[in-house]
């Protein structure tokens, strides 16, 4: 009973946040007004069939939901749950959806709408000035590298992942054949509906279906990679390579082509997940099969590192690194870079901004607390967050079929969703990274792009190649060395986007309270988190001996951090600056200049 009160408190605030919180940021963002609703939006004035294509927001909608989502809302309040327990996790949940992160994708979206579909940083640049574009360009690009690696490894170790004791077939190679099945269909209804007249209707009758198919054929025909490398090399490493490889092919491909069926679907699977959540833990919760079992607040420090388990790694402090572990489920700046990236360039209407960007988030956060649940009915939440969602899902989707799926299907199918997600993310975020560096260095044109595409998968294939690092003798997957990281650096690019937006709004004589006040305390967490993460590196570096030097992947990932924090600083001064030659400068929520335009 206790999880079906918490499922439904978290639907029931959410709700009232959609709709009072949406409301008032309509009337801020001046949609509610019907000559500014009816403007049209980039997707029809500048349409060419490849990256500017119109989508109602029903079709836009799991799209954009499958893009922001990815694995965020999984690793991240499954880590968090493990480490402080479920209570913390779940109020930044809810209450950084409703007022930072759904503020942050909704000004993000209608910004980007207002200005021809460009990228936030080009808000930035013509709100701010051009050294505070050229930081903010390298800041997205650097970012968006190491968010390569960390779903790419997330996906590979998905892809070799072991069996457990009841299993008699490991499920990784199985997920890996379902999840290429998945690929190829998407490639397939795109064409249909491109080339053959297919409407999304028919199409999703025939592919859901066939998706479903894909699913039971991977068990059937698993693709262990292990079996045609050279002894010595590590499957994950070769997977690493093979979904990069993948990454420069899609992020080149047209939106028709792969990323809009292929998000469709996407979306699809996270529906699944939410029903069959919501529905087996009300099954599973009243028969009394699924109890809460996990700790509301952990014993770990509020402030300092405590001693971790029996692996030897220890537990972050729960301020500030709770805000930066849960980032997609209730604030996240890779939102920007997809809201202004690609959703923006598919908009159909712009008072469709409310559903698919604030609605969006709402969503996704509500999808962190299923993923949430997963982790409050385990006595002792620990191990790999993927195995712990599919774990969880399984027993929700066992009991919402009133046990007519068995748990070992329905695991798998869970796992699959996982990949899928990262899928989403990892085409969508190389295509953005391509997208940011050609805006940085002036290019225009395919051979520019190919060679804009290749640069930016460079790093993250020299990181996939590096050996394992390991801490107290525990080996360290390389998503898991650069999350925190990940976490940091993504909500700092929240607080600075939050910051452009600010701006932004103020020019246009808008209030400016609903960003300002979300951009502090994103700029606090983020920056004290980085912050905390040099000086573990500093630590390393002092424990340093010829014997045992510093791991490369902590050379790199103190850095990156290094780096990260020099660029924000830089910016903040910049915007601080910019302030204070405005009329009237910095006052939050009064009316600024007259609004530029757009």
């Known amino acids: 009973m206790q999880l079906i009160l918490f499922l439904g408190a978290s639907a029931f605030l959410l709700v009232l946040g959609y709709r009072f919180m949406g409301r ?64 913390p996790a779940w109020l930044w949940i809810i209450a950084g959806s409703i007022f930072v992160g759904g503020v942050h994708d909704f000004f993000t979206l209608v910004a980007s709408v207002k200005h021809r579909g460009q990228s936030i940083a080009e808000v930035v640049r013509q709100h701010m000035n051009r050294r505070s574009h050229l930081l903010f360009l390298a800041f997205v690009w650097v970012s968006l590298g190491y968010v390569i690696v960390a779903f790419a490894d997330v996906t590979a170790g ?15 190679p199985a997920v890996a054949t379902s999840s290429l099945l998945y690929l190829g269909l998407a490639v397939v209804m795109g064409w249909l509906m491109r080339k053959r007249g ?85 099954v599973g919760g009243l028969g009394g099969d699924l109890t809460l079992a996990a700790p509301a607040v952990t014993a770990a420090g509020w402030f300092t590192p405590t001693a971790g388990a029996a692996g ?61 649940a997963a982790v409050m009915i385990m006595a002792q939440p620990t191990g790999r967050p993927d195995v712990v969602f599919a774990n969880g899902v399984a027993l929700f989707l066992h009991h919402a079929s009133f046990g007519l799926v068995p748990v070992a299907i329905a695991h798998g199918f869970a796992l699959l969703c996982f990949a ?44 996939a190649l590096l050996p394992a690092t390991t801490v107290n003798g525990q080996t360290i997957p390389l998503w898991r060395v650069f999350w925190g990281l990940f976490g940091a650096s993504n909500q700092l690019l929240a607080a600075l986007t939050l910051i452009g937006l600010t701006m932004w709004l103020w020019r246009r004589g808008r209030q400016t309270w609903f960003t300002l006040g979300p951009a502090i305390l994103m700029c606090i967490v983020s920056v004290w988190s980085l912050g905390l993460m040099l000086q573990t590196h500093l630590a390393r570096l002092a424990a340093a001996t010829p014997e045992k030097p510093v791991a490369t992947v902590h050379q790199v990932e103190g850095g990156v951090a290094l780096l990260l924090v020099s660029l924000a600083l830089w910016l903040i001064a910049e915007a601080l600056i910019l302030a204070r030659g405005l009329p009237n400068g910095g006052g939050a929520g009064r009316a600024g200049p007259a609004a530029q335009p757009a």
């Open 24 to 87: 008032k940021l309509m009337q801020v963002a001046g949609l509610d007004q019907p000559a500014e609703a009816a403007v049209p939006t980039p997707a029809h004035v500048q349409r060419d069939g490849r990256d500017y294509e119109p989508a109602r927001w029903s079709w836009l909608l799991p799209q954009h939901f499958s893009a922001i989502a990815a694995a965020g809302p999984i690793v991240g309040p499954i880590l968090a749950g493990s480490w402080f327990g479920w209570l």
């Open 158 to 172: 998905a892809f070799t992942q072991a069996g457990v004791a009841g299993q008699a077939e490991a499920p990784g």
């Open 198 to 282: 297919w409407t999304q209707q028919r199409a999703q009758w025939v592919f859901l279906p066939l998706v479903g198919l894909a699913i039971a054929a991977g068990p059937l025909f698993p693709l262990d990679l292990a079996a045609f490398l050279p002894a010595g090399v590590p499957a994950a490493t070769a997977w690493n390579v093979a979904l990069l490889g993948y990454c420069f092919v899609a992020a080149l491909m047209p939106m028709w082509l792969l990323m809009q069926p292929r998000g469709a679907l996407g979306g699809y699977f996270l529906y699944v997940i939410i029903v069959a959540g919501v529905v087996g833990i009300i």
């Open 312 to 372: 030897g790694v220890p537990l972050p402090p729960l301020f500030p690194i709770l805000f930066i572990t849960i980032a997609c489920g209730a604030c996240s700046g890779f939102h920007a870079i997809v809201a202004s990236g690609t959703t923006s360039k598919q908009l159909d209407r712009a008072v469709d901004a409310r559903p698919v960007a604030y609605g969006g988030m709402l969503l996704e956060a509500f999808f962190a607390c299923i993923s949430l």
């Open 420 to 463: 899928t997600f990262i899928f989403d993310t990892l085409d969508a975020c190389t295509r953005l990274a391509r997208y940011v560096l050609m805006e940085l260095l002036g290019w225009v044109g395919t051979g520019k792009a190919v060679l804009a595409t290749g640069m930016t998968l460079v790093g993250p294939l020299v990181l």
